[in-house]
């Protein structure tokens, strides 16, 4: 069974990390870097099968580049704004501090 050739997107409408990084002039790491801060979300601009890679929505990257700008999180994608971001370093233990007894 085949599917109506008007249908069917466009080969090149799903880009891979690499050339999608070329088509705007950002480094493969910078592309990465926005999935992972949320600026670009996935099952809207990017998509990812398991046991497969990434590939992104041209359409969807058109209409972000086109779009105001919205204002960015103080915490990034993974908090909300009533969940503080985890504190850096090592935890302290409270008997670290206690002072020797003799």
Known sequence: M???????????????????????????????????????????????RQGSRPLFWWPAIVAWLKADDAPPSQHGAAFGDDIPPARRGRPQSPLAFVPEQK
């Open 2 to 48: 085949s599917a109506r050739p008007d249908t069917l997107a466009p080969s090149n409408e799903w880009l891979p990390i690499p050339e999608l990084g070329k088509k705007l002039g950002y480094a493969p790491r910078t592309v990465r870097k926005k999935m992972r801060d949320g600026t670009w979300r996935k099952g809207e601009h990017w998509f990812k």
